[in-house]
């Protein structure tokens, strides 16, 4: 690494046939300013954080120099959009390239927002500055929570505006991930029936993700079964916090099993699995309850890209296909199950315990209780003072959880340490996400935005000071909405 930032760029990516990309340069901005930099990320990847703030550095960051070792391009997919089938592709977003880290890593350096690309459909290809800001407040978020998702680098405004329903400031936000290969990148290949072109991608996908596989008498089958378990987990950690994605197209899953594009996505104040928050989800497809279903039917569109590669015959196909899909809700159960046990400080398991944590749930949902602080007044056995704590039903429930909490060899203090760890105290409540963002965007100040990032890196401390980030919103006539701001 010869140049003073760091970085030691490669780009396999650029490697696949041709048909998967388009090799495109950003479209340079006037006037860049950063507006936000992640040093401990930046640092993590083996870059400079201080050359990082300077003017080379912000240039990277918007696009008008490339750094060297890049190799530019925007990606080509397809997609099911609400559940409709489309052509698609990287149209306001461009990977530079794949940072190695000092320790051998390898993770996507993209671009969001540098301008129009082969794929942009008619978009001017640019982001406006609020939901950069806000995919860096969220993707850092469920970074803390350990849940796996694409991270944010950077943020640079553009000095120049971007025109949606009316002038708003232009941001590029800098995205990690450890790759953008999406469900919808194997949906491309296969509606172009390029089966050699598919053989390519998957191996791509075996070498850089699950190299463990690459021995399999069947690696491609071999390779939905681990994007299954991934994305099985996946959700199930999504559930576990009240997380909603918002538009879980099947562009929108990656093989990696990482949360990528966060657009209309939001927490869970009060519980209930109808909750939408997206603007455009009018019919509540994507609801909070309809996650793990959805996340199997995109599963069961990956399965069908893969069909030429699992077998050569397609009625054996299907039937090997069929066969692993049907471990997902299994899967996903696992994974949740083991969650809520966690959630309520149960270590081993009985027969029962769904019903208990369901008649938990149905309760929330009766009285409008909120998700996470009702978790987390479990855990600290503060149960008074709302609707739902005040309920006989409560009272009965809590009797049957003190029982079984009872029935386990491990001390109250060891299921309260695994409460402490499991349910978090802060998560980014939306009144505080917006709060910080309009400091931001129409102040200039981000000084909320950066302590909101400093409470939610630590959402288990259950820290003194993290007590008013747990405060509920203003009671309002209006349900929270959110856009994909494109």
């Not at 491609?220 to 559930?239: D, G, M, N, P």
């Not at 699992?310 to 054996?316: A, G, L, R, S, T």
């Not at 503060?382 to 005040?390: A, C, N, R, S, Y």
């Not at 003194?464 to 494109?486: I, K, V």
Request: one cysteine or more; glycine letters at 8%; aromatic letters at 10%.
């Amino acid at each position: 690494m010869t140049n003073k930032i760091g970085w030691n760029l490669d780009n396999s990516y650029a490697r696949l046939p041709k048909a998967f990309y388009t090799s495109h340069t950003p479209e340079p901005v006037e006037f860049p300013k950063l507006a936000i930099l992640n040093e401990p990320l930046a640092a993590a990847l083996g870059l400079d954080v201080e050359a990082l703030q300077g003017e080379e550095g912000q240039a990277f960051f918007a696009g008008n120099k490339v750094p060297e070792g890049a190799s530019p391009l925007a990606q080509a997919y397809a997609g099911h959009q609400f559940g409709n089938f489309t052509m698609l592709g990287d149209g306001r977003a461009v990977l530079l390239g794949e940072q190695i880290t000092p320790e051998g890593e390898r993770f996507d350096i993209q671009l969001k927002g540098p301008g129009r690309t082969p794929y942009s459909r008619g978009g001017d290809g640019r982001a406006a500055l609020g939901p950069m800001l806000r995919e860096y407040i969220i993707s850092e978020a469920m970074h803390a929570l350990g849940i796996p998702t694409t991270r944010s680098l950077a943020v640079v405004t553009t000095g120049e505006a971007v025109i949606r329903e009316t002038h708003l400031p232009g941001a590029i936000l800098t995205r990690v991930a450890s790759s953008h290969l999406r469900v919808g990148t194997f949906q491309y290949a296969a509606a172009r029936e390029a089966v050699e072109e598919l053989k390519d991608l998957a191996d791509y996908a075996i070498k850089r993700h699950y190299p463990h596989i690459e021995a399999d008498e069947n690696r491609y089958l071999s390779l939905l079964k681990e994007v299954i378990k991934r994305q099985a987990a996946l959700i199930a950690k999504w559930q576990l916090v009240g997380f909603i994605h918002g538009v879980m197209n099947t562009d929108n899953m990656t093989i990696s099993g990482e949360t990528i594009d966060y657009g209309p996505c939001a927490f869970m104040d009060t519980y209930d699995p109808a909750t939408v928050f997206s603007s455009i989800d009018t019919q509540g497809r994507y609801a909070y309850g309809n996650q793990p279903g959805i996340g199997g039917w995109n599963l069961a569109r990956f399965a069908e890209s893969l069909l030429p590669l699992i077998h050569e015959k397609q009625e054996q196909a299907v039937e090997m296909a069929q066969g692993a899909i049907s471990e997902y809700p299994k899967l996903y159960q696992q994974n949740w199950l083991g969650g809520m046990r966690a959630k309520l400080g149960l270590f081993n398991e009985e027969t029962q315990d769904e019903s208990l944590i369901k008649d938990l749930l149905d309760l929330m949902k009766k009285h409008r209780a909120d998700f996470t602080n009702t978790f987390r007044s479990l855990t600290f056995g503060k149960t008074e003072g709302t609707e739902l704590f005040g309920s006989p039903e409560f009272a009965k429930w809590h009797d049957q959880w003190q029982e079984r909490l009872g029935r386990q060899e491990e001390t109250k203090e060891s299921s309260q340490e695994l409460m402490r760890n499991s349910n978090p105290a802060v998560i980014p409540r939306n009144h505080r996400v917006e709060a910080a963002l309009e400091a931001a965007v129409t102040e200039g100040n981000y000084s909320v935005m950066e302590k909101l990032l400093d409470v939610l890196s630590r959402p288990y401390a259950h820290a003194p000071e993290q007590a008013e980030y747990t405060t509920l919103p203003a009671p309002s006539t209006l349900p929270y909405r959110t856009y994909c701001g494109t």
